[in-house]
């Protein structure tokens, strides 16, 4: 399928990059690593006038230790240079796993952690060709009033499918985000609406920056599963992000300190299990907690026909994938 026509901006600064978001703020698309957006645009769910490439700013690209401890990413930074970050696989290597998953090499040397944290949610039915779309009569998140996930709703249910995200979510991360009334920094956890098709509390003119991963989250032991159709290319059906720091009980024996469990691909949103802190923290790992904890993460989880396989195997998948990868966690 040919692109539609469009107009490339190249910005070589944030600020130039702002100003072209307001003046063209109803008809632009970002482009990063445009591993989501050029496919996307093939396929006419999107015909922006305009394509604001950010490659040329420097200032987003790069990972750096910060004097408080912890460490900021630029949102242009590539997946591939976060999976092979020495730093980040021994300070936070639930994020370098999980971007080690993301695709496949070639476009993990595209992709940037800026564009995994604002990919746009799909299902069968969106993520499609003009033709498709137009022979379902279309649906709520483009051009129609009808959701085919969950006939008769008024709600998007397309599923967010992002690999790193969840993985941040464990670690507290942070986002900055600038726009032409100044930067402003919020919670990973805060920026995801859990509707499916206005998925991301992002202004029209505004750009993600930055990342920032808190100190206090830093060499917590941490592992990412993921079930997908194919072994590379594929989004994730279901994703489990799992950090978890251990200490001694005096005894030799080590109990769990605090962990935390995010999933993807489930739900409109990637999320956080609540409940599983409490549910682990203070106690010796066992058979029966991590069975206990994914019981957890798979009601949680609430995935609907958004792909090819059915909802119920994905939901239990997370059951089995959140069980494996708290004993991974923990052995390592």
């Known amino acids: 399928m040919s692109l539609p026509p469009f107009k490339v901006l190249r910005p070589r600064s944030i600020d130039e990059a702002i100003g072209h978001l307001d003046k063209h703020a109803a008809n632009i698309r970002v482009l990063a690593g445009g591993t989501d957006l050029i496919p996307s645009m093939r396929q006419r769910l999107f015909e922006p006038e305009y394509v604001l490439d950010l490659r040329r700013i420097p200032q987003l690209r790069g990972i750096k230790q910060r004097p408080d401890g912890g460490v900021e990413i630029g949102a242009l ?3 591939r240079t976060i999976e092979r970050s020495e730093f980040l696989r021994r300070h936070y290597p639930v ?30 039915w969106y993520n499609q060709s003009l033709t498709w779309r137009k022979g379902c009569g279309f649906c709520i998140k483009k051009d129609g009033d009808l959701c085919h ?77 993921k079930l997908r159709v194919r072994g590379s290319i594929d989004y994730p ?6 950090v978890m720091k251990r200490a ?13 469990i995010g999933i993807t691909a489930v739900n409109p949103a990637p ?14 790992l066992n058979d029966a907690l991590a069975e206990a904890v994914g019981d957890l993460a798979a009601k949680t989880a609430k995935p609907l026909t958004t792909s090819a396989l059915t909802p119920e195997y ?19």
């Open 77 to 79: 930074t590539t997946l």
């Open 95 to 124: 994020l370098t796993e999980a971007a080690a998953t993301v695709a496949s090499p070639v476009l993990r040397n595209m992709g940037t952690i800026g564009g995994n944290i604002c990919l746009d949610t799909r299902c069968l």
């Open 149 to 225: 996930v969950a006939p008769g709703g008024t709600k998007c249910w397309a599923a967010f499918s992002g690999d790193t995200p969840p993985a941040l979510l464990c670690l507290k991360a942070e986002i900055e985000m600038a726009g032409p009334s100044g930067v402003r920094r919020i919670a990973l956890q805060d920026f995801y609406t859990g509707l499916g098709d206005s998925y991301r509390k992002l202004q029209s003119n505004e750009l993600v920056t930055r990342v920032f991963l808190p100190r206090e989250t830093a060499n917590y032991t941490g592992v990412y599963r």
């Open 237 to 242: 059906l279901a994703g489990v992000a799992v």
């Open 248 to 260: 001694s009980n005096g005894n030799g024996v080590g109990h769990i300190s605090d962990a935390r």
């Open 271 to 284: 999320l956080l299990v609540k409940g599983a802190t409490e549910l682990l923290a203070g106690k010796e």
């Open 314 to 332: 994905r939901r239990e998948m997370i059951r089995v994938f959140t069980r494996r990868a708290i004993l991974a966690a923990a052995s390592n």
